[in-house]
């Protein structure tokens, strides 16, 4: 049973470029939510998505967005990259329906903005 | 807002030592709270929660309590491992947040044989 798989692992890109990065859920999950966790720090919510709409949305600005394909896999845009877009990022899924609620994390996406 | 307190590390122990990491919290009404850990090269794992006071989350021989009137959630382990060394994070989730986690900056646990 794959967990939940992020691609790429590693990526560097320049200020004012754009990124996509990509999630497949763990089997059987339907929910996809997304983090930032800068080098030192927590995960920040970015948002979550459940049946292709965005549901809920952290304090992020509208450079970041996001899509959740009818297979359940998502992917996060970032535009106009700054420097402290510079993060781990990491997907997180889960059941809409389960009453616990648990998210599972991949192993995430770490960008790094020259 | 909402905000998760974590002691600061990184936290250093020989084997078998007793092991503490506060956290306190800041929310509106009455989050459910959990404790993370993040192995080496790989992703968050879910180590317990507790969804209302006075509940007591365990696994793996850690433990934290739900304590509504200090705010905290402090992660405790009898006797730690160096299987153990890794970043636990503490985190709370708001009711109707459904998977919209606030965590703290971790703590990272580093045990010594």
């Known amino acids: 049973d794959a967990g939940v798989t992020q691609s790429p692992t590693h990526l560097i890109k320049t200020r004012g470029q754009q990124v996509t990065l990509r999630c497949s859920p763990k089997s059987g999950h339907d929910t996809v939510s997304w983090y930032q966790q800068a080098l030192g720090q927590g995960p920040q919510f970015i948002f979550q998505?459940?049946?292709?709409?965005?549901?809920q949305r952290g304090n992020f600005p509208d450079r970041f967005s996001g899509h959740q394909f009818p297979n359940y896999s998502s992917e996060l845009n970032v535009n106009a990259l700054l420097l402290g877009d510079s993060a781990l990022y990491l997907c997180?899924?889960?059941?809409?329906?389960?009453?616990?609620?648990?998210?599972?994390f991949g192993e995430g996406s770490r960008l790094t903005v020259l | 807002g909402d905000s998760v307190t974590q002691m600061e590390g990184p936290v250093t122990l020989s084997e078998e030592a007793f092991l503490t990491i506060n956290c306190t919290y800041t929310a509106t009404g009455y989050p459910s709270l959990f404790w993370y850990v993040q192995y080496p090269g790989e992703g968050l794992q879910l180590l317990l929660k507790a969804t209302k006071a006075d509940d007591k989350g365990s696994n793996k021989g850690f433990e934290a309590t739900y304590r509504k009137e200090t705010t905290s959630f402090h992660l405790e382990k009898g006797s730690v491992q160096v299987s153990d060394s890794a970043v636990y994070f503490c985190a709370l989730r708001l009711a109707g947040s459904a998977r919209q986690l606030t965590f703290g900056s971790g703590t990272q646990l580093t045990v010594l044989p």
């Open positions: 997180a899924s889960s059941l809409q329906g389960a009453t616990t609620g648990e998210l599972f």
């Open positions: 998505y459940y049946e292709e709409e965005e549901r």
